[in-house]
């Protein structure tokens, strides 16, 4: 029993589960009705959905927007007529009518208790006994009873025609319900281009149709022609399509109909024979027309001319400097052409285009580097932009659409903030190649034993790298020339060559060449890792010398302020100022602890006791009031911050390559080299003069030399085949290829250093390699370890290679016999040259240890000075060897790798110089970079931030010339010069725009 109306009325429990019933009985009854109305709505929509397809397919606009509409309105009454009085429906008094109605037995009692439930009134008790008599006699009702659900049953069974009806108009009419819908909203598609379309009936066959498209001149597509086609059209905007068909009966009169477009006469050729063209426009259809009969309906698909896609190699977050250069890699590629690549640049809301190419040949393609710094874009230390390269496509049909990269963001730092980046950079630059250098110490190349563990350990050697991958990605942007940049590459290059290398090796033992190559290489990426290492420790170092530096140097200002300043400060104040002293102190302590061990660290922590012992004795000389002590004290705590300042500045000038010996080194070694490159080409001119004079031109032997070099580079490109590969599963095979391949890369090295004797002998030891390699496929090929297939292509790459080693082999024995059968006057001549040539041997071997003791001295990778200086030296001995004996072509040769051998180990000095540059920079502002100056130069002239020698511009003026045209041809063939790469784009974006003016 529960209370209801009051506290003294209480209500049976057999109300409750009447009153249950009864809303399980109006839950049903909502239920049901609604599926009704659902299911009748939905029969009506589709059915007249599918006369409106019906009407469609008739080509009756009118007829489907009334099917359309009768279809809505009949659902819309359908769902108004179910769903109107549901709420009186589903009331108690309703349901408890509908019972009763079924149920005559209650007579009226389930009436009495809906109204007493809601107004009790009267003796509880007599309606106690109603209640239990009434619950007694509905204990066996359900709402299935009450409510049935034949009627929706009956319901969804018009709901089942409706949508079957619309699914076999789907199927069997030309257009569908979507196409009936697109009609009426005006839209001119394939499929509802109602003009074009007819209902089944009967069609004129065509077969045998042939397309020919003539595409938009902008595409640069040549004309095409498809034989035997569908009749389906796919075409770009504005193609101009040629349709040529055979009918299956003659017809005296055509047509050709395209969607959307007035009918216009075909050509009949024989009767049998229809023609037609049209341009394509757009989606749609079109057929051709005999009379009343049509042609079935072929389909016209536009391929879309898509926005260009641009792709740039960034981080989404950029910092540098005002003045440090930004490199954007990128690359563009559209379906017909490029006209413009632009820099986008949004500042504050308002947008700026930088042009970076307008290609005059409107190219597919384009990858090129964008290249400029924050202060040519206007910005300053603080800013902070979004920059997005976009590119505009070449089409005239539609309209050039533009096509855009991601967004990044462009920061602008400070003097600060760049070297603070700048230094974080090289500082996670160290912690990521630490570990990867210790682990090459410990497993600096594979085991011997087998090629499968050489690439197993290329793999797992390629991990080692993954945290400085990681740390490059965020140098991408800076300038190419900047020390990360180089950092990277010269770290990533021996890397590349020894894990390639080590992934490519032959199954089965390491021996021979391939070991010897495989040692060469883990040396040099060793070295690499240890150069980087130790480059980026030297950086850190000379930062922290600077940073105490500066430290120790406002502790001894203000010691020395404090001092002058003691006799008019009251003891508070001056003990004020001690102890910010000390704060000072404490912060030099911290930057000292950081420094190797070592003497420098040492001295500073001995003065550092003894600065603690004078600014104490300070204090205390303040606290008892004796200033004359007080004054002797903080000119002693002066004086020794000033030894400490003068101390960590000549140890960072130690550190850093600095001091005047070591400059004075480098500008004689620099003066060295030039002096000797000039000597070196006066006696290769007087060789050539000795060898024109009595009948011998350098230009005759020249033109062998070039025979020979193309001979060598097509026995390379012979061995370098892909086929060879497939023959390299056997042991042996794989080896007498590896050695052939060798001994053909040896012989283009002679051929390039123009020594007859050393090339004709490396050309034989190739030509024996690729016999030996042939007998050995062959063999292989017989036995069954080599595939016949693979074996045969071998077999061609190594008759090639054999037929042009054999030919050099031929061409160098020709040059040896002229050389031997020289003049005795010119031989004569060249023994009495060769002691000048010997002199300068001698000279350049000095220069040589000259230069190794420089690169040892220098703070900077300077390995390429070294390595080339010697190589001139040893050429230079070479010259005159080959003079002493007559030869005047092996004197050439060594005389021009001498020469270029000296060229290449001044620009090695001025590239080291520069590094050290950037070095000292970062040890004095953490801002190395671009804008360094090397101390030295070459051939007098100052050396700009990239590396090239520069020398002074000058732009001829107009009056110069006669005509204007004259002016500008002038410009255009300086700018197809030689450009510094960091200025390529640049000068690429002026040469286009000065063409189209």
């Known amino acids: 029993m529960r209370s209801v109306g009051g506290p003294h009325n209480v209500v049976p429990e057999s109300v409750n589960r009447i009153q249950d019933l009864l809303h399980r009985t109006a839950r049903r009854c909502v239920v049901l009705t609604c599926g009704q109305s659902a299911a009748l709505s939905l029969a009506a929509f589709t059915l007249g959905l599918s006369g409106a397809t019906l009407a469609a397919n008739e080509g009756a606009r009118g007829a489907t927007f009334v099917m359309l509409c009768l279809g809505v309105v009949a659902a819309l009454g359908f769902a108004w007529l179910r769903l109107r009085g549901l709420r009186e429906r589903a009331a108690p008094r309703s349901q408890a009518a509908r019972i009763e109605s079924l149920h005559p037995n209650l007579r009226g009692g389930l009436f009495a208790v809906v109204d007493r439930a809601a107004r009790p009134m009267g003796s509880p008790g007599l309606f106690a006994r109603l209640t239990e008599d009434v619950a007694r006699r509905l204990a066996a009702v359900r709402p299935t009873e009450v409510w049935p659900g034949r009627p929706l049953w009956r319901d969804l069974r018009w709901t089942l025609l409706g949508v079957l009806s619309l699914i076999l108009v789907s199927l069997a009419a030309p257009l569908g319900p979507l196409d009936a819908l697109r009609l009426l909203s005006g839209s001119n598609t394939s499929s509802a281009a109602v003009s074009a379309v007819k209902a089944d009936g009967p069609r004129a066959l065509l077969g045998d149709i042939t397309l020919r498209y003539l595409y938009p001149t902008y595409t640069r597509l040549e004309p095409l022609e498809i034989p035997n086609t569908s009749g389906e059209v796919r075409a770009p905007l504005g193609t101009v399509v040629e349709v040529r068909a055979r009918t299956a009966q003659p017809w005296t009169q055509a047509a050709l109909h395209v969607a959307g477009q007035p009918v216009v006469p075909a050509t009949l050729v024989d009767g049998r024979e229809v023609q037609g063209s049209f341009v394509v426009e757009g989606e749609g259809s079109y057929r051709f027309e005999f009379g009343e009969l049509p042609s079935p309906d072929y389909l016209i698909v536009p391929d879309a001319d898509l926005a260009p896609t641009v792709a740039v190699k960034a981080i989404p977050r950029i910092q540098v400097a005002v003045d440090d250069r930004v490199t954007l890699p990128f690359s563009v590629k559209d379906d017909y052409g490029i006209s413009k690549v632009v820099l986008e640049v949004t500042r504050a809301g308002a947008v700026s285009e930088v042009p970076l190419r307008t290609p005059l040949d409107l190219p597919r393609a384009v990858s090129d580097t964008s290249d400029f710094s924050a202060a040519e874009l206007g910005l300053a230390a603080g800013d902070s932009v979004k920059v997005r390269i976009g590119a505009w496509d070449n089409d005239e049909v539609s309209g050039s659409k533009p096509g855009w990269s991601a967004v990044f963001t462009l920061e602008v730092l400070g003097a600060n903030g760049s070297g603070a980046q700048r230094t974080a950079l090289r500082s996670a630059f160290f912690e990521a190649l630490l570990p990867a250098l210790a682990d090459f110490v410990v497993d600096a190349a594979p085991a011997a034993d087998e090629g499968d563990a050489a690439r197993r350990w290329a793999e797992g050697a390629e991990q080692r790298y993954a945290a400085f991958d990681d740390v490059s990605q965020a140098s991408i942007g800076l300038g190419a020339q900047t020390f990360e940049a180089r950092l990277v590459k010269n770290v990533n290059s021996p890397r590349r060559d020894l894990l390639a290398f080590a992934r490519g090796l032959p199954p089965g033992k390491i021996v021979g060449k391939d070991a010897a190559t495989l040692t060469l290489l883990q040396e040099t990426n060793l070295r690499a890792l240890e150069m980087a290492v130790w480059t980026l420790d030297k950086i850190a170092r000379a930062t922290a010398y600077r940073e105490l530096m500066e430290l120790v140097k406002v502790m001894a200002g203000e010691a020395a302020e404090l001092r002058d300043d003691l006799a008019g400060l009251n003891p508070a104040q001056a003990l004020a100022r001690l102890d910010m002293l000390a704060r000072l102190k404490a912060q030099v302590d911290g930057k000292v602890t950081k420094l190797d061990q070592g003497s420098m660290r040492s001295f500073l922590q001995s003065r550092g006791l003894e600065l603690d012992g004078a600014m104490a004795a300070a204090r205390r000389a303040l606290s008892a009031g004796k200033d004359e002590q007080a004054r002797v004290e903080m000119a002693r705590v002066a004086d020794l911050l000033a030894e400490m300042a003068g101390g960590v500045e000549e140890a960072q000038k130690r550190g850093s390559g600095g001091g005047d010996e070591l400059e004075k080194d480098i500008k004689a070694l620099s003066k060295e080299l030039e002096d000797l490159g000039a000597a070196q080409s006066e006696l290769a001119a007087r060789t050539e003069s000795a060898r024109r004079e009595h009948g011998q031109s350098l230009d005759d032997g020249l033109a062998a030399w070039k025979e020979v070099d193309r001979l060598a580079a097509e026995a390379e490109r012979a061995m370098g085949e892909k086929s060879l590969q497939g023959v390299k599963g056997a042991r042996s095979v794989a080896s007498a290829v590896d050695d052939a391949a060798h001994d053909v890369s040896g012989l283009d090295d002679s051929v390039r250093a123009r020594d007859t004797r050393t090339a004709l002998d490396r050309a034989e030891d190739a030509q024996r390699s690729i016999e030996r390699a042939r007998t050995r496929v062959q063999s292989g090929a017989r036995s069954g370890q080599v595939d016949p297939a693979a074996a045969a292509s071998a077999e061609r790459a190594l008759q090639q290679a054999q037929r042009a080693t054999d030919a050099a082999v031929a061409k160098l024995q020709e040059l040896a016999e002229a050389q031997s059968a020289g003049s005795p006057e010119l031989a004569e001549e060249l023994r009495s040259l060769s002691g000048d040539q010997g002199e300068l041997?001698?000279?350049?071997?000095?220069?040589?240890?000259?230069?190794?003791?420089?690169?040892?001295?220098?703070?900077?990778?300077?390995?390429?000075?070294?390595?080339?200086?010697?190589?001139?030296?040893?050429?230079?001995?070479?010259?005159?060897?080959?003079?002493?004996?007559?030869?005047?072509?092996?004197?050439?040769?060594?005389?021009?790798?001498?020469?270029?051998?000296?060229?290449?180990?001044?620009?090695?000095?001025?590239?080291?110089?520069?590094?050290?540059?950037?070095?000292?920079?970062?040890?004095?502002?953490?801002?190395?970079?671009?804008?360094?100056?090397?101390?030295?130069?070459?051939?007098?002239?100052?050396?700009?931030?990239?590396?090239?020698?520069?020398?002074?511009?000058?732009?001829?003026?107009?009056?110069?010339?006669?005509?204007?045209?004259?002016?500008?041809?002038?410009?255009?063939?300086?700018?197809?010069?030689?450009?510094?790469?960091?200025?390529?784009a640049t000068n690429r974006r002026y040469y286009e725009e000065l063409v189209r003016q």
């Open 841 to 984: 041997a001698d000279r350049a071997q000095k220069v040589s240890d000259h230069a190794r003791k420089v690169a040892r001295s220098l703070p900077a990778d300077a390995s390429e000075l070294e390595q080339a200086a010697e190589e001139g030296a040893e050429e230079a001995q070479r010259g005159a060897d080959a003079m002493q004996d007559g030869d005047a072509m092996g004197a050439a040769g060594a005389q021009s790798a001498a020469q270029s051998a000296f060229e290449r180990a001044q620009d090695a000095l001025q590239q080291a110089l520069q590094d050290m540059s950037e070095m000292n920079q970062a040890g004095q502002g953490g801002q190395g970079g671009e804008e360094a100056q090397k101390p030295g130069e070459r051939n007098g002239g100052a050396q700009g931030q990239d590396g090239e020698g520069r020398q002074e511009v000058s732009i001829p003026a107009p009056e110069e010339f006669e005509t204007p045209e004259a002016y500008r041809k002038a410009l255009l063939e300086g700018m197809q010069g030689v450009v510094p790469e960091a200025y390529r």
